[in-house]
C-alpha cells in the first residue's frame, strides 16, 4: 500500500501515472548510471519523461537538484539521488544488493 492504493493491484498504465511519486535510489549507482550521459542528462532524464512541461526551466531544476545533494567530482551515489528527487517524488526508496 502506498498513498492509501494497492499497487500491487495497478494496471501497467495506472503504475507509469504513479511512477512519478515513487523513485529509488540504487546503492551501486555505477550499475544504474549510463556512462555515455552527461550528469545534467542523467538528472533531466525524469523531468523529461514526467515533467515534459518543463521546458526552459529543466536547466535550472537540474542545477538546483545537483547543488541540493552537495554534488562534487564525479561522485555518482549524489547524481541517482538528484536524479530520483528530480520529480519531487512521495517515497524514496534506498536499494542495495549486499546481502552480505
Do not use: C, N, W
Not at 532524464?45 to 537540474?62: D, T
Amino acid at each position: 500500500m502506498f498513498d492509501g492504493i494497492d499497487i500491487l493491484s495497478l494496471t501497467r498504465s495506472e503504475l507509469r501515472h504513479r511512477r512519478k511519486d515513487i523513485q529509488i535510489i540504487f546503492q551501486d549507482p555505477f550499475a544504474s548510471l549510463d556512462p555515455r550521459m552527461t550528469v545534467g542528462r542523467i538528472v533531466a532524464e525524469g523531468l523529461e519523461i514526467h515533467r515534459p512541461g518543463v521546458g526552459k526551466a529543466k536547466g535550472a531544476r537540474v542545477a538546483e537538484l545537483l547543488e541540493s545533494v552537495g554534488l562534487s567530482g564525479s561522485d555518482a551515489q549524489r547524481i541517482g539521488i538528484a536524479r530520483a528527487l528530480a520529480v519531487d517524488p512521495k517515497l524514496l526508496v534506498a536499494y542495495t544488493t549486499d546481502h552480505g
